[in-house]
């Protein structure tokens, strides 16, 4: 906004150095009819942030009520040659003046903001619609006792656990809930009840929907206890046993996580299916069978990778290509090789609305920052008070909310912090970063790139990583391969320096097989030179052969495969690839789904690939087994 703004004043007349002196570069073409919208904009930034102030401590009612008329005669301008535009209006005035509506004259209690928000909520959903209950075709209504009228097919949406039944929270005031009677009024059993009137009402078809799965996180959520009770009895009477993974039930459908998801459009379930022309228009075949994406990945790919033989001509790489490739296959190579591109349903850049839950986006890696900050600042005591920069990123939802998500970040930043603290190379915090030219040739590959993650220690360099939110066990592919690769070059182009790696992780309070980073600071005074190249090389060639030929290798499951018993490989990656609407195959944007199209990846030649990089893969980055005379047989 400030560059905005200074773009308006200023133009483009400031000179480089000055605007570099005072951290501010104005926007060129801020003129004309733009500057109306510009001026809107600050207005309604300069009233939100003045709303998310007064949530930051307790006012009394009588200030929330003066404070709230003002934000509703700012924010909100009613037609009022429109009489539903003046209802609604009046509707919000009148629910701002009942906050201070029964209270004793000359009492005036200071409440948070939680429980004025709760309180205008509640009187907001008392209004009635005002609109005929039966309309013909569909109705939409709210679950209202004794309106239970007989229908041929009853839908309930969003009966999810803590949603429904209803909850009460009055932050105090409600006297009949701290000293409760006989004969008092109960929400959660009128709930109960509720329930059983709609389900009994249902004449041919009922319908219910939950959210079976955390829209930000991916971890699996309960349906509402009515709702679970009612799976329970059906489970009964059908005498099924078993989770709802290992039991197919037949009036249970998990739906994918992408509405464009090909599972709507290939026939492969008749539960899944949709009427969206534009998704469906993506699938190119008419059969049945789906069409593949790619072709089958050839009988031999891994042995060409693994065999002494397999020579290619020179090629010239980046580092960072790398990097980019083992993080993100499939998005690497369908956006590089075949220029297709998700980026309108890319989740990993700042939201259309501010956050409203006490916590972050995965995505955003606060905790992160928070780590690095301290020990770039030789500080190990992180604010209790989130930083400006932070504040004014958007990233943080507003007031208490914001304050909550802040803190659980602080103690997950502390508890790595308290991990360095007593480290023989990060006691002392951290100095400038190191950018070493990484720059050499492997084989027929000539790489080029520069260190990201390399410190100064006090014996030589440190190479650093943190994960606050992931015990080390829970490390992937997707975390070491780039990191293994950065150590192996640094190793092979300064090979008297001193390298540690280190990987702060959650503390994990379980039994744990020895850190990957120690097996690599104890790999590094035995496995030599020419060992280290070959595996190097052979993570080359994987990346040379996905250029022009399939392979699978998707990090989630390709770690899941590596590291299961040969037994429970194919279930354990299976498992990893598909279960759930947050699995490796579904995860948004969607360009693991889009590169397997049509192909099985745990029968047949495309298993067998799958399993071969997996293992390959792992046996690169892994010195458990290994001695100095690594070889390639």
């Known amino acids: 906004m400030d560059r905005l703004l200074g773009g308006y004043i200023y133009g483009d007349r400031v000179p480089e150095d000055v605007a570099e002196l005072v951290n501010l570069w104005p926007v060129d073409g801020v003129s004309g009819v733009e500057v109306d919208a510009l001026g809107a904009l600050d207005r309604l930034l300069i009233a939100i942030d003045r709303i998310a102030g007064l949530a930051d401590a307790p006012r009394p009612l009588s200030q929330w009520n003066d404070e709230l008329h003002a934000v509703l005669k700012n924010l909100f301008r009613a037609d009022f040659e429109d009489q539903a535009e003046r209802e609604a209006v009046i509707a919000l005035e009148s629910a701002i003046e009942s906050l201070k509506a029964g209270i004793a004259p000359g009492i005036d209690p200071a409440v948070d903001f939680a429980v004025v928000r709760d309180l205008l909520n509640e009187c907001l959903d008392a209004i009635p619609d005002r609109q005929p209950y039966l309309l013909g075709g569909i109705t939409f209504s709210g679950m209202v006792p004794q309106r239970s009228i007989p229908f041929r097919m009853l839908a309930l949406l969003g009966v999810n656990d803590g949603e429904f039944p209803r909850t009460t929270s009055d932050g105090g005031i409600d006297l009949m809930t701290r000293h409760s009677r006989l004969g008092d009024r109960d929400v959660r059993n009128d709930d109960r009840y509720l329930f059983l009137e709609t389900v009994m009402a249902a004449r041919s078809r009922l319908h219910i929907s939950f959210l079976s799965e955390g829209v930000r996180d991916g971890k699996p959520r309960n349906p509402s206890a009515m ?28 739906h994918p996580l992408q509405p464009f998801d090909m599972r709507y459009f290939d026939s492969s379930d008749p ?21 593949r994406f790619v072709p089958p990945p050839p009988a031999d790919l891994v042995n060409k990778i693994v065999g002494a033989s397999a020579v290619v001509a020179e090629v010239s790489v980046s580092l960072d290509r790398l990097r980019t490739y083992f993080r993100r296959p499939s998005e690497s ?18 939201g259309d609305s501010e956050p409203l839950q006490a916590s972050f986006n995965a995505i955003d890696r606060i905790p992160r920052t928070l780590v690095f900050d301290a020990l770039a600042a030789s500080n190990f005591d992180i604010p209790a008070r989130a930083p400006n920069e932070l504040r004014l990123s958007g990233l943080m939802p507003p007031g208490s909310l914001g304050d909550q998500a802040y803190a659980q970040a602080r103690r997950q930043a502390t508890a790595i912090l308290d991990i360095a603290r007593i480290d023989r190379d990060l006691h002392t915090g951290l100095a400038g970063r190191h950018s070493l030219d990484l720059g050499q040739r492997i084989g ?13 220690a006090t014996d030589g360099v440190v190479l650093l990583d943190v994960f606050p939110s992931k015990v080390e066990a829970a490390l992937g592919f997707n975390d070491k391969l780039p990191l293994f690769l950065e150590w192996a070059l640094l190793r092979l182009k300064y090979p008297d320096m001193q390298i540690r790696v280190i990987l702060l992780t959650a503390p994990n309070m379980k039994p744990s097989p020895p850190r990957w980073d120690d097996e690599l600071n104890k790999a590094g005074a035995r496995c030599d030179d020419d060992a280290l190249r070959r595996r190097v090389e052979r993570m080359l060639r994987l990346w040379h ?6 392979t699978w290798y998707f990090p989630a499951t390709s770690w899941a495969v590596a590291i299961a018993k040969p037994r429970t490989a194919r279930s354990a990656g299976r498992k990893q690839w598909e279960e759930g609407a947050f699995s490796e195959r579904d995860r948004a944007p969607g360009y693991a789904s889009v590169h397997s199209r049509g192909a099985d990846l745990f029968t047949g030649i495309d298993w067998i690939n799958l399993e071969g990089v997996a293992q390959m893969l792992r046996e690169c980055i892994t010195f458990a087994h290994a001695d100095a005379g690594d070889t390639d047989e």
């Open 227 to 254: 709702l679970a009770e009612l799976m329970a009895y059906l489970d009964g009477c059908s005498g099924l046993r078993g989770s709802l993974e290992s039991c197919k039930r037949p009036w249970f459908v998990q």
């Open 444 to 456: 027929s590959f000539v790489i080029d790139g520069a260190s990201r993650s390399v410190y100064p």
């Open 271 to 291: 539960a899944l299916f949709s009427y969206e022309q534009r998704f469906a228009r993506m699938v190119r075949s008419a059969s049945p069978v789906l069409e």
């Open 333 to 350: 190579l369908l956006k590089r090789n075949r220029q297709l591109r998700l980026d309108a349903l890319e989740d990993d850049t700042l």
């Open 545 to 550: 052969s996905a250029q022009t030929e399939t």
